[in-house]
């Protein structure tokens, strides 16, 4: 079912797609020039919103992409910049890693080992891209505990990751 929205409604997730692209690049103004790209990208493509998901989460999609290509971009022009001034951390977010097959291999076998919640709420959010509202339905529980899970499971992934690299 294709669903149509206004403006007003599409201005009106603006605030909840910045703090969203706010955790992905953490830096203000990287953030603002995304969300506004986004807006304007989502403006001249809302006839290709089929309305299978959320506004938000279609919104969301079309933040993300833009800052991995954003980060790829500045990787390729800047190979010289500290880590720390870059516009992605040292250590990329475990969804951008899922792009490299090894990278993705080695975080679904790691994540076959986490006990659930944990799995199961991270593989929702990331696999199944729900929102953290869609997540807390389906457990009964609240948008903020889906939260928490979820990013808990994201610390026990990199943790493990981590220790896996110190060992080799």
């Not at 007003?8 to 990287?30: M, P």
């Not at 506004?36 to 919103?49: D, I, K, P, V």
């Not at 990787?75 to 910049?81: I, L, W």
Request: charged share 35%; net charge negative.
């Amino acid at each position: 079912m294709r669903e149509s929205f206004s403006d007003e409604v599409l201005c009106g997730e603006y605030r909840a797609v910045y703090r969203y692209v706010l955790t992905l690049c953490r830096s203000d103004s990287d953030a603002e020039d995304i969300t506004q790209e986004t807006f304007l990208r989502a403006m001249n493509a809302r006839e290709r919103f089929e309305g299978s998901s959320s506004l938000y989460t279609w919104l969301c999609a079309i933040a993300k992409n833009l800052w991995l290509t954003r980060c790829k971009k500045q990787n390729r022009e800047q190979p010289s910049q500290l880590p720390e001034e870059s516009l992605c951390s040292s250590e990329p977010p475990l969804e951008q890693r899922m792009d490299d097959r090894d990278d993705a291999m080695r975080i679904h076998r790691i994540l076959h080992t986490l006990s659930e919640p944990y799995k199961e709420v991270f593989s929702l959010r990331v696999f199944g891209q729900l929102s953290f509202a869609d997540i807390a339905g389906l457990f009964g529980k609240t948008e903020n505990w889906a939260r928490v899970t979820c990013h808990r499971a994201r610390r026990m992934i990199s943790d493990i990751i981590r220790k896996e690299d110190d060992d080799e």
